[in-house]
């Protein structure tokens, strides 16, 4: 079956303590994409990445980090947390065209 | 920047009443897209629209792409319960990025 999956889908941390969400598509996509969801605020862009090796800003990328050493996977990476960070998190994955993006279950992260 | 601005915000519909939310931008888009998110899940892919002036129906649901192609709609007939949710446009300004809207949540009273 085709999907993006995300883990954990809940996280409760403290701040300051490093954690990682992680993200794995079975498509062969090029191109994924993490987003987070915060209310009356849309989907932002937090990062994206084309390819391997090649990963860049979307809109919202302070205090955030992300890694592509391998087509499947795209962890984001919160160095040190903060409560501004508490949100529903995305990842999302699609063909290097213009085609339909397929998401992630989501994970909601509360920093306290 | 490029932004695209989706309005209303929120909608309360009563059942079998229609619904249509907006997508603007002051750019012209390369193609938009349509997705849903139902309350407590992920955004699902509903259709991708590409060409000036494109119509396109699924069932109840009517999806419009302006002739500049910088404005897009959803429209749906005689809601039901089902179409609870939240709905987001995906803009692609012709350079990979897919970029929302803030969303309109629908909500139905029966």
């Known amino acids: 079956e085709a999907q993006v999956t995300q883990n954990p889908r809940y996280l409760i941390t403290v701040t300051g303590k490093k954690l990682t969400v992680t993200c794995s598509q079975n498509m062969n996509h090029e191109y994924m994409s993490w987003y987070r969801q915060d209310p009356g605020l849309g989907l932002r862009q937090i990062y994206y990445s084309m390819n391997v090796e090649v990963t860049d800003k979307g809109d919202v990328p302070e205090g955030y980090k992300v890694s592509r050493k391998e087509k499947r996977n795209f962890p984001l990476i919160l160095e040190s947390p903060s409560p501004n960070q508490t949100s529903l998190y995305f990842c999302?994955?699609?063909?290097?065209?213009?085609?339909?993006?397929?998401f992630g279950q989501g994970t909601r992260l509360t920093v306290v | 920047g490029q932004q695209v601005m989706q309005i209303p915000q929120y909608q309360h519909v009563q059942e079998g009443e229609d619904f249509t939310t907006y997508c603007n931008s002051s750019?012209?888009?390369?193609?938009i897209q349509w997705y849903k998110q139902r309350p407590g899940g992920h955004p699902v892919f509903l259709i991708q629209l590409v060409k000036s002036g494109e119509v396109k129906k699924q069932k109840r649901l009517t999806f419009q792409f302006g002739e500049a192609k910088k404005n897009s709609s959803l429209h749906i007939t005689a809601t039901q319960t089902t179409d609870v949710g939240t709905y987001f446009c995906?803009?692609?300004?012709?350079?990979?990025?897919?970029?929302f809207g803030t969303g309109t949540r629908l909500t139905i009273i029966p």
């Open positions: 750019t012209t888009l390369s193609n």
């Open positions: 995906g803009a692609n300004f012709g350079n990979e990025k897919l970029t």
């Open positions: 999302a994955s699609r063909t290097y065209t213009d085609t339909e993006a397929f």
